[in-house]
């Protein structure tokens, strides 16, 4: 949202209060600020004829309202509900009003500790690391979803070490890493556990894990030959930074500049 975004003037005398996570909102924009950044807590209780009449005689929205009522009766869905609220308020662009449809199209059929890790995921990628681990641990330690793939754990597992190793956890890493390969048996998880381990423990340390296992060995061996190849893309970026600078300063120099 780049452009210049016109608020609407009329603020709310009182409140409506979303009694799930206990928000007092006054604005439109507020109200559309909370549907944006909580998709995966809003359910169908926000579909409801007390917010048409906060809308209506607080915030003077006439003409939402009588849309949103008329959906009510017509049993709308609740995605058409909140996308019909934020194309009213004019905040949002029409290409990220459909990336919001996108994302609760994917949010519809999922369950309550799905939707959970869709949280913890977007804490994490907004860069909220530590809200993220509060939120994958409550997935691990909370009541276990028996219907879901086992396979869902091991991925939240190795959504934890990779926030953990963001804080350059690697010990505590390495131990989420290993659980997820326990459970999934994905060689990109066996990679990242043993990048962990490489990272904390001492080299012996580190050798002996390697003997315990063949497979470990040759997943160690890609892992050296890939930070070779990083490493050796670092020297070329920095060569070229260094090649630049000294290109500037010759410039620099044959004009005067210096």
């Not at 890939?226 to 920095?238: F, N, P, R, W």
Request: aromatic content about 10%.
């Amino acid at each position: 949202m780049s452009s210049l975004i016109l608020c609407h003037k009329k603020k709310a005398r009182h409140a409506y209060e979303i009694a799930r996570i206990h928000r007092r909102i006054y604005t439109i924009e507020e109200l559309c600020y909370y549907l944006c950044n909580h998709l995966y807590l809003v359910d169908y209780t926000i579909m409801n004829e007390k917010l048409c009449d906060w809308l209506e005689e607080e915030l003077e929205l006439q003409e939402l309202s009588a849309n949103l009522r008329d959906m009510l009766v017509q049993n709308a869905s609740m995605e058409q509900f909140i996308v019909t609220i934020l194309a009213h308020s004019a905040i949002y662009t029409t290409s990220e009003i459909n990336q919001i449809r996108d994302v609760l199209d994917r949010l519809k059929n999922q369950r309550p500790i799905e939707k959970q890790k869709y949280k913890a995921d977007n804490l994490l990628e907004s860069g909220s690391v530590k809200s993220a681990i509060m939120a994958y641990q409550e997935i691990i330690h909370g009541e276990r979803d028996e219907s879901i793939d086992g396979r869902f754990y091991g991925k939240v597992y190795a959504c934890l070490g990779a926030a953990y190793g963001r804080l350059f956890l690697y010990e505590e890493a390495a131990k989420m890493y290993e659980a997820a390969f326990q459970i999934c048996e994905e060689r990109s998880m066996l990679k990242a556990y043993l990048y962990a381990c490489r990272k904390y423990m001492r080299s012996e340390e580190y050798m002996a894990l390697l003997q315990k296992s063949h497979v470990y060995q040759a997943v160690d061996n890609e892992l050296s030959e890939a930070i070779t190849m990083i490493e050796g893309q670092i020297k070329v970026l920095q060569y070229e930074d260094t090649l630049e600078n000294w290109k500037n300063q010759y410039r620099r120099i044959s004009t005067g500049e210096m």
